[in-house]
């Protein structure tokens, strides 16, 4: 599901994202934001289209997307602007975490390959965050209203604190649906280390946090879930996919070595945590691919 936000002007709705990207850490995201800067004579303001991973973006004719005239002059498009930098700033953007679209409105109607790309961007898995203008009424506008991945939410001055709050909410949803996670099979002579959440059994795992490598994701979720420090045995993990089908994100388990600590399950997290003999353990695994990565990772042992 797609976030996008709707409002009167100046009501909070760029303040909402900003707080939820702060909130949110992420390493690196996809998408575009919009500025306006006010340095053309006669009190007009240029807007320009950026990447939103760009922390000190240049700003030009290449990415001038529009002229805001001012004292009720109007609004000049510059659509080859959006075909260019527009374009540019999707690029591999549903490889990215997460897809900032800030914001969408009139001025791109005649951009033909942008509205495209933005469109091919909400029919797939990667989440969106952006702005819809309330006032717009353009195919694109309608368009991004009326998707069925779409959830489009209405800031107001009375709202604005509360909701900021829930699209961190729902946002956050949506990166569990399609962040990677890693952990690891750790051997201990003739065992190897197993958890049990509800009746199912497999082996310590969690999200990667922002900024972390997967190696260091499966060290850091073992400790944390049993207790037990490891030591990886090779730089290639085994993919297992989701058990969720409608998740998007991959589990990376890497071969390990016990190296210190006794058992402590993280309760808050996981049911239990036990050594269980190698011979034994394929036959508790409920999950096919996770059997299928413990049998790997024997051969790696």
């Not at 509205?115 to 989440?127: F, K, Q, T, Y």
């Amino acid at each position: 599901m797609h976030i996008f936000l709707t409002g009167d002007v100046q009501v909070g709705k760029s303040t909402i994202i900003k707080k939820t990207l702060a909130a949110l850490k992420l390493r690196d995201i996809g998408g575009f934001r919009s500025v306006s800067v006010p340095d053309l004579p006669d009190g007009a303001m240029s807007v320009y289209l950026i990447p939103a991973r760009d922390e000190h973006p240049m700003m030009g004719d290449w990415n001038r997307v529009g002229i805001r005239k001012g004292c009720g002059r109007g609004i000049e498009k510059i659509p080859e602007a959006f075909e260019r930098a527009g374009v540019q700033a999707l690029v591999d953007a549903e490889n990215m975490p997460l897809i900032l679209m800030d914001e969408v409105g009139r001025m791109e109607s005649a951009a033909a390959r942008f509205s495209e790309r933005i469109l091919a961007l909400l029919d797939g898995s990667a989440p969106v965050l952006g702005v819809v203008q309330k006032i717009a009424d353009t195919p694109l506008t309608n368009a991004i209203r009326t998707h069925p991945n779409v959830h489009v939410l209405t800031v107001t001055k009375e709202n604005r604190e509360e909701l900021a709050g829930e699209v961190l909410r729902l946002v956050s949803k949506e990166l569990d649906r399609t962040t990677d996670s890693a952990g690891a099979i750790v051997f201990r002579n003739d065992t190897v280390l197993m958890i049990r959440v509800g009746s199912r059994w497999s082996f310590p795992k969690g999200h990667l946090e922002p900024g972390e490598t997967a190696k260091q994701a499966a060290v850091r979720e073992t400790k944390e879930e049993t207790g037990i420090s490891a030591e990886l045995l090779t730089d290639a993990p085994i993919a297992v996919p989701s058990a969720r089908p409608e998740d998007r994100r991959r589990v990376w388990f890497f071969p390990a070595r016990y190296f210190e600590g006794k058992v402590k399950p993280q309760l808050d997290e996981i049911s239990e945590a036990a050594w269980v003999k190698v011979q034994d353990a394929a036959e508790r695994i409920t999950f096919a691919p996770d059997r299928e990565a413990f049998l790997k990772a024997c051969k790696v042992r």
